[in-house]
């Protein structure tokens, strides 16, 4: 841990630089309660929790860009219209998966340097700094993707930025609870005060805890998963394999009654399924 802190390059917080903050690009709107608003919203925040550096109107494109080029590709090949619209679903959907995959990775690498993080921060208190020092030399320190949000943190502090609104950014720009709890201790330190080094070295522990719970869950529950995301692939794979051995398969069974019923029924509850076993899923990462 570096010893000798230099305030240098350190800006004077005033409030009346928070006004020069350029906003984030989304696609939802604050005063907007439909559905669509809140696909707009979950869409925004997979893109910032990713951490891809890539405006949500800009990945929406590169989204349909994907979808055209295999559904092109397969109506090449194919000629059908129906399998065409599969494979534009299907594009569409392989680069959000990928999303999700990114922001999954980042959330883990996050949980795993915060313990490392707080027990910094801890000793950085300990030597009479104060927060915002403390938390700055923290930034410099920490290597990324964790180091970028708090170095994002810290350049808001210098902005003038208030304490509470740069550190519960944190929480939200992650999809990390932990760093919920983190933002939660050091904005009631900010106001009441207290022992700052004895609770980040609680949180430090219980976190390292809770890591270790959760990898012993997720070793227990392997299996189970591995058969959920199978359960998940195979239909599709299965009904990508008949089309491509027999192109005229899924219109004959399309132009039957019965056939169009339950083909439109098992679409829908592999759809439901899927969401379902994602959130079910997903629940073990935002810890």
């Excluded at 907007?32 to 891809?52: A, C, E, K, R, Y």
């Excluded at 295999?70 to 000629?79: A, H, P, S, T, Y």
Aim: charged share 20%.
């Amino acid at each position: 841990m570096a010893t000798g802190y230099s305030q240098s390059n350190q800006i004077k917080s005033r409030p009346e630089f928070a006004d020069i903050i350029k906003p984030q690009d989304q696609f939802a709107t604050s005063d907007d309660t439909s559905g669509l608003n809140g696909i707009n919203s979950w869409f925004d925040q997979l893109m910032v929790q990713s951490g891809l550096p890539m405006a949500p109107i800009a990945a929406l494109m590169l989204c349909g860009l994907f979808a055209i080029t295999v559904g092109g590709l397969i109506f090449v090949l194919l000629e059908d219209p129906l399998a065409t619209a599969i494979g534009l679903l299907l594009g569409f959907a392989i680069p959000i998966a990928i999303l999700l995959a990114m922001r999954s990775r980042r959330q883990s690498m996050i949980l795993r340097q915060m313990p490392p993080m707080i027990d910094e921060l801890a000793r950085a208190a300990r030597t009479g700094r104060s927060l915002d020092q403390c938390l700055e030399m923290v930034a410099e320190d920490t290597p990324a993707p964790l180091g970028d949000e708090m170095d994002h943190c810290v350049r808001k502090l210098q902005m003038g930025v208030t304490m509470n609104e740069a550190l519960y950014e944190l929480p939200e720009r992650t999809g990390v609870n932990g760093l919920r709890i983190l933002a939660t201790a050091l904005s009631v330190h900010q106001q009441t005060g207290g022992d700052l080094v004895r609770v980040l070295e609680r949180l430090s522990k219980t976190l390292r805890d809770r890591s270790l719970f959760l990898g012993r869950l997720r070793a227990i529950t392997a299996g189970s998963r591995a058969t959920a995301i199978l359960m998940i692939i195979l239909p599709p794979a299965i009904l990508a394999f008949f089309i491509f051995r027999d192109p005229n398969y899924l219109s004959r069974l399309m132009n039957s009654d019965w056939g169009f019923f339950i083909t439109v029924t098992g679409i829908v509850l592999e759809i439901v399924g899927a969401i379902w076993i994602w959130r079910i899923l997903g629940n073990t990462q935002n810890t």
